[in-house]
């Protein structure tokens, strides 16, 4: 019986350790125990145009520099780019795969950085992935920061921003048309929300999209009422890529630039995304910013 009873003791205490351990070894696993990993991952659409790295580099080398000590990556939600550049070697990760990269790697705390203009379809999608990998619990923390425009405050800062594109050339009565994406997303009002408020600034000044309103028969015919003759033609879009070069400064006959001009408006345009200049780079950044305030 005594033999019985401390068969009985050994086995618990085994048990006991067995407990201990795994109990460790799990939560190890689970990241309570892990040391605190910060990285951020920057997700634009993506440009098929070797021309928009340049906004891509630019914001990159501001990430970099506003945070040295956490690493970046990148990811794009473009799955038709992310094809289009495999086929030339260019291998681009999707957020999903950027993320399970992320995981692997040990990181802790995450912030994702939405590149977008506006909180729409590919934002969104965006939302989801993030979302599947907080259920997930790899990470003890991972936000997704906000596109361009999402407070009033960004709202201004952009205004400012798009009236700094503008060409020291461009005199008074010549109109400013600004090309945005557009999308079939609730989320279009932004662009005409935003030319309120330019306007409100300089009323020649108008902000289209190539797939939402206002399109461009709409602006045509307000340059018409106003009896606009000259045009200044700009991307309002991270990267100057396919969009800007061939729906908005093409030769072809469905351009902006064909059309106005058809319409006996003289165009000038400029092929410059947004993530080129400072002023925009820096609203993004102050939203990555807020997201990293966070982790501390
Ligand atoms: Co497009």
Not at 21 to 49: M, P
Not at 162 to 189: C, Q
Not at 194 to 223: C, K, N, T
């Amino acid at each position: 019986m005594k033999h019985v009873l401390r068969r009985w003791i050994v086995g618990m205490l085994a048990l006991g350790l067995v407990l201990a351990f795994g109990s460790s070894s799990f939560a190890h696993q689970h990241g309570t125990h892990k040391e605190k990993k910060v990285g951020i991952l920057l997700v634009a659409f993506g440009s098929s145009e070797a021309s928009a790295q340049v906004s891509f580099e630019n914001i990159d080398r501001k990430a970099k520099a506003a945070w040295p000590d956490v690493p970046v990556y990148w990811a794009y939600t473009s799955r038709i780019i992310r094809h289009k550049l495999a086929g030339q070697g260019k291998t681009l990760d999707s957020p999903a795969v950027a993320l399970a990269h992320m995981a692997d790697q040990q990181f802790t705390h995450v912030a994702v950085q939405s590149l977008h203009t506006i909180a729409g379809a590919e934002y969104h999608d965006l939302r989801r992935v993030v979302g599947a990998f907080k259920s997930m619990g790899y990470f003890q923390s991972i936000i997704l920061g906000y596109p361009l425009l999402a407070t009033q405050a960004d709202m201004e800062k952009t205004v400012d921003a798009l009236f700094d594109m503008i060409p020291a050339d461009r005199k008074k009565e010549e109109a400013v048309v600004f090309m945005g994406h557009g999308t079939h997303h609730p989320s279009n009002a932004f662009y005409a929300a935003l030319m309120f408020q330019a306007q409100r600034r300089d009323p020649h000044v108008f902000i289209g999209g190539v797939e939402g309103y206002p399109e461009i028969a709409d602006i045509q015919s307000w340059l018409a009422e106003k009896k606009v003759k000259t045009a200044w033609l700009l991307p309002f879009m991270s990267v100057a890529g396919d969009h800007a070069k061939n729906d908005m400064a093409g030769d072809e006959a469905d351009s902006w630039k064909s059309i106005l001009s058809e319409a006996g408006i003289h165009c000038h345009t400029v092929l410059k995304g947004t993530a080129e200049y400072d002023g925009f780079v820096d609203i993004w950044l102050s939203h990555l910013e807020d997201v990293l305030n966070h982790f501390h």
